[in-house]
Antibody, heavy 118, light 111 residues
């Protein structure tokens, strides 16, 4: 069964840093492109970042470009977040892309909550 | 950036009745491979989203056949043939043809 477990969230002051991780299981992680998606309290879903299967290609939403870095290792996805702002407060989810089947948009883990506040 | 626009934003439905949600993209979602990467997700209160439909009309594993998707190009629809109590929550469309973007969400509630 495909599963994702996000971790690393917490309370951080504006301007601070945090590293999120997403542990993947149930599939060959190295073969799939991955994304981070976030959801601010009471708001909709916002795509944050993408990384190719090789890790060589990355894309970012304009709202986080230059502050966030997506990376991956053998079985985990990471998001390094710097210069955090109050508006970065959200639940962060990892999301898999499956180009072979054309299945985009799931499954999802429970997410990890990041709160940026003084 | 491709903008996704959903209508309606709020959808009151009587149990057992059908429901329909529309999603329009600002550009065609046909990818260079000829396929269209439009998905539908459902999020119940306090839960993460779950995938319902991908590639316009393919149901994800375990999704009941009450849910169906249709459309092409820039106009897409999610249909629920008979709404059940468990269907409440917010429905999102998502495109994966050019990066990823989501619609604003449609809140389905029981009348």
């Amino acid at each position: 069964e495909v599963q994702f477990v996000e971790s690393g969230g917490g309370l951080v002051q504006p301007g601070g840093s945090l590293r999120l991780s997403c542990a993947a299981s149930g599939f060959v992680f190295s073969k799939y492109e991955m994304n981070w998606v976030r959801q601010a309290p009471g708001k909709g879903l916002e795509w944050v970042a993408y990384i190719s299967a090789s890790g060589r290609v990355t894309y970012y939403a304009d709202s986080v470009k230059g502050r966030f870095t997506i990376s991956r290792d053998e079985n985990s996805l990471h998001l390094d977040m710097n210069s955090l702002r109050v508006e970065d407060t959200a639940v962060y989810y990892c999301m898999r892309d499956d180009y072979d089947s054309g299945c985009f948009g799931g499954p999802w883990g429970q997410g990890t909550l990041v709160t940026v506040s003084s | 950036e491709i903008v996704m626009t959903q209508t309606p934003l709020s959808l009151p439905v009587t149990l057992g009745q059908p429901a329909s949600i529309s999603c329009r993209s600002s550009k065609s979602l046909v990818y260079y491979d000829g396929k269209t990467y439009l998905s539908w997700l459902h999020q119940r209160p306090g839960q993460p989203p779950r995938l319902l439909i991908y590639k316009i009309s393919d149901r994800f594993s375990g999704v009941p056949d009450r849910f169906s998707g249709s459309g092409a190009g820039t106009d897409f629809t999610l249909n629920i043939s008979r709404v059940e109590a468990d269907d409440v929550g917010i429905y999102y469309c998502m495109q994966a043809t050019q990066l990823r973007t989501f619609g604003q969400g449609t809140r389905l509630e029981i009348k």
